[in-house]
């Protein structure tokens, strides 16, 4: 069976990855930005040498350090961009850059990423096609900028991730998203289910059945390339409960009640004929203040990106401190804390629901995932379910 993959450290003394917003200032105006960017950077953000000493803090957690990644907005309206990289780099941290598809993304920034030390990036694809991408990020031009970045990646030797916003507008077309992801060769497919805030709040949701049928299309499609998921921890139930199904050779459609987006989608990527990968990439167990920590551009730290509630704040105070003993982090670790259907769930320590969209669409972080629709103790084969869960 395929395993959850476990952060290799204890996730309450030191997170998998630290997420960085160095600015928020970006040219695009994308309809889902959780950042709800602007043009203009802000005067308060981060100073150079206060986001060196956040760099240290994250080092501060020990060998070998998290996965330190800078995003934004649009991390190239730094102008000391490859000095932090190269910084971070010195210091011992796996640096990687989130860019926006602006045109700042040329061959020569990049370049000077991978100068400095980079070793990977990541860029968003939400949609196969000029029309969807562009019109989804609200700027033409923006699709054709991020496959020029994307081979110019390649060529540079940097790893790509690609992250796609799954919403109303492309919910068809994922199959084919996936097909360009096999042609470029992305290092990992990211698909990104979206979460009620910033900008984001008014795109509309997607329906409990539609995420059932998006996250075991994303099982189907990582047969054919590396596919996580993103604030969308209920992946990793799925993943356990379709292991369990294909070793009995049960038919998980109607085991699982999946609908006709989920035989749409499955249909288009099997006419797709891609080959199968020799192995598949299991999901990793990393969730909100549980392996993962956001700090903002005025240095506020979060549980998550898309989770506002702040713990801390890196000027005032140690990020290994905040991460380690705030109430708020120390709260969303305990899977006992949740309530409603998160909380009764027999997967609820291996998934636990996105704590951004409940806190987004209920005020509360512990209430249950809006966006699930497993009610808990259904599923079958429950002695083989906890015995892969312990």
């Not at 790893?159 to 796609?164: F, G, L, M, P």
């Not at 590396?226 to 969308?232: K, L, N, S, V």
Request: charged residues 25%; neutral net charge; aromatic residues 8%.
């Amino acid at each position: 069976m395929t395993q959850i993959r476990v952060p290799r450290h204890d996730p309450a003394d030191r997170p998998f990855i630290v997420i960085w917003e160095a600015t928020r200032a970006c040219p695009l105006a994308c309809r889902h930005c959780r950042a709800e960017a602007l043009p203009d950077r802000n005067p308060e953000e981060l100073t150079t040498a206060e986001a060196c000493d956040l760099m240290a803090q994250v080092a501060a957690f020990g060998t070998p350090p998290p996965l330190f990644v800078i995003t934004g907005g649009d991390p190239f309206q730094r102008p000391d961009l490859f000095d932090l990289v190269r910084h971070g780099t010195r210091l011992g941290l796996p640096v990687s850059v989130s860019p926006s598809g602006t045109p700042t993304l040329t061959r020569a920034n990049l370049a000077g990423l991978r100068e400095a030390g980079a070793r990977a990036i990541s860029l968003s694809l939400d949609g196969s096609s000029a029309r969807i991408h562009d019109d989804f990020r609200a700027t033409r031009g923006v699709y054709g900028w991020t496959l020029d970045a994307w081979r110019a990646a390649h060529d540079l030797g940097l790893k790509v991730q690609i992250n796609t916003t799954v919403s109303g507008h492309n919910l068809t077309d994922l199959a084919e998203v996936v097909r360009v992801v096999h042609a470029m060769k992305a290092l990992t497919w990211s698909a990104f289910l979206l979460v009620p805030t910033g900008r984001g709040r008014l795109l509309p949701g997607l329906d409990p059945h539609q995420v059932e049928d998006v996250l075991n299309f994303v099982y189907d499609a990582g047969a054919f390339v590396p596919a996580r998921t993103t604030e969308a921890h209920h992946f990793r139930r799925v993943v356990l409960q379709r292991e369990i199904l294909r070793r009995h050779g049960d038919d998980h459609v109607a085991v699982l009640g999946l609908g006709p987006l989920y035989r749409e989608l499955r249909e288009r990527l099997a006419e797709l004929d891609l080959p199968v990968r020799r192995a598949r990439r299991p999901p990793m167990d990393v969730g909100s203040a549980r392996g993962f920590v956001f700090v903002s551009h005025l240095g506020a730290v979060h549980p998550s990106g898309f989770l506002p509630a702040a713990a801390g704040d890196v000027r005032r105070e140690r990020l290994t401190d905040v991460y380690r003993t705030s109430p708020l982090f120390a709260g969303l670790r305990d899977p006992g804390n949740l309530t409603g259907r998160c909380g009764a769930c027999e997967f609820k320590a291996v998934c636990g629901g996105s704590r951004s969209r409940a806190l987004a669409l209920s005020g509360d972080p512990y209430a249950e995932e809006p966006w699930c629709s497993y009610r808990p103790g259904t599923f079958p084969y429950q002695d083989e379910l906890a015995a892969a869960l312990h």
